[in-house]
């Protein structure tokens, strides 16, 4: 199985940055794509950002930027670089991977448990 850690949420002024970390563990065939998405009360949730095993990213219109996604495939991590903030980028952020646990079974999705992130205007 794989569990995803989520760490750097908090509480940040408006203008200010944060850093969220989503490292992967366990047993892994195949990690493929790593990504953020966040959920805003009484919002749906929304993807942020995305980023390929070849290092190719997408992100929501939103962030475009003043967000940065990376990965360290050597250390199956995921960041979220998330610079002058604003109080609509209040949500749980919680990252999601793509994993295949051997070369038999099928790709499938793993989510972390979500981390805040509360900017103050």
């Known amino acids: 199985q794989v569990q995803l850690v989520e760490s750097g949420g908090g509480l940040v002024q408006a203008g200010g940055s944060l850093r969220l970390s989503c490292a992967a563990t366990g047993r892994a065939f195949m990690i493929y794509t790593m990504a953020w998405y966040r959920q805003a009360p009484g919002k749906q949730r929304e993807l942020v950002a995305g980023?390929?095993?070849?290092?190719?990213?997408n992100y929501v219109d939103s962030v475009k930027g003043r967000f940065t996604i990376s990965r360290d495939n050597a250390k199956n991590t995921v960041y979220l670089q998330m610079n002058s903030l604003k109080a609509e980028d209040t949500a749980v952020y919680s990252c999601k991977t793509e994993v295949k646990l051997s070369l038999a079974t099928p790709r499938r999705d793993y989510w972390g448990q979500g981390t805040q992130v509360t900017v103050s205007s």
């Open positions: 980023i390929t095993s070849g290092g190719i990213t």
